[in-house]
């Protein structure tokens, strides 16, 4: 069985239940209602009772009360990564479009869109909806719709939450993305369309299929995956920035069968890609005004994706972490929050049965974030700024030698990214396969990464 492959995160179950709905191991336990379909389910960290369907958002100690977990809202992502000095100097994302795909997306994207919106003060924006190929008419009894719309959610939702005035276009495709092929070639089309008349500066892709699943892999073949690359080389030459999940299977991801998992370290596309920025995932621990009570963290509580790629060489962007990457492309490129201990509120009313308020984490969560971070810098620079990774690793090496002002925030609380019990790389100084080069504090990072960019 073919397993859709969306990074979303729900901490999902009704009042009384504790179980973790994550990302697909159907033998491992029993979903809970209204967690999201296709999901592995994980046993729940001692005793934690999950969010979802409240009829509003708490504040972050009420979570932890209730349910032994942290819960964020945007305006706690706001104050952690230092972006209202750029929203009073009116950089917002104004003027720049983000494109989410998805497959199915939701149909009341919106709604959601202005009601969560509105709970946080915020101005809503409209958002495109542009429909690839003949995406079939909704059906809240699918599970695999229901289980993209809840992708959609979040992904709209997140990138709007840090570039509030940038526009949001979600393509919807028609073939859900699982491992293997399957579904992709519908997506990389969707995005090179996009990208051949102009739509976007920023696409954010919330999903990944494991590179062993594809054809060839085994004999060393892997034209599979390279054949679906003409989206972001079309990319590359239209300066548009091109992100993805790193996923949350840690070292390892599921094997193709949906079975279990790989008890060796694995990479996923198109995190993998070189042409693709790979995000990865941290925990953020915050108070209710948002205020750090210590520094991030690495998202371990599902383990977020990183590692050596079997089918990329090094790129020549990470020459200078040759020593932890070795000779293959590295990933995550960089980090945001992702846990689902200190998950996301988000608003959703696809499914009638279960509308309201969740809390959803993963790498789902952190490429829409960091989209929103490459809108504001877009906007600062006055231009696109296309494929970062130069200008990136150029502030990673800057912060490494001690100059200030670069913005980047170093990831090393010594933790690591283990799961299912194949071994993860721990947080360390400098760069490192759980977190990449850190992650951001954006007042100083979106004005260097708009200088360092090399595109214009």
Known sequence: MHIARPRLRVLAVAAGTAALAAAALPQAGTVAAAAVPHTKVVPAVAGHQLVHGQASPVPTTECQAKWKIACYNPLQYRKAYNLDPLYKAGITGKGRTIVIVDSFGSPTIQHDLDVYS??????STPVKVVKWGNVPAWDPKN???????GETTLDVEMAHAIAPDAKIVLVETAV?????????????DAEKFMIDHGVGDVITQSFGATENTFPGFDKGDFSSIKNLRYAFKAAARKNVTVLASSGDGGATDNTADGKGYYKERVNSWPSSDPLVTSV???QLHLNDKGERTAPESVYNDNGAGGG???VFGRPDFQDGVANVVG?????PDISMAAAVNGGAWVYSSYDPAATGWDVSGGTSESSPLFSGIVALADQAAGHRLGNIHDALYTLYDRAADGRPGTGIVDVNDGTDNSYQGVTGYK???GYDMATGVGTVDAARFVPALARAARHG
């Open 427 to 429: 947080a360390v100084d």
């Open 308 to 310: 050596q790629s079997h």
């Open 118 to 123: 509105k709970q946080f003060g915020m101005a």
């Open 280 to 282: 990865g995932g941290t």
């Open 327 to 331: 000779d293959r492309r590295g990933t």
């Open 176 to 188: 859900a993305e699982t491992e293997g092929v399957t579904g992709l070639p519908e997506m990389m």
């Open 143 to 149: 599970t695999d719709m229901t289980g993209w719309a």
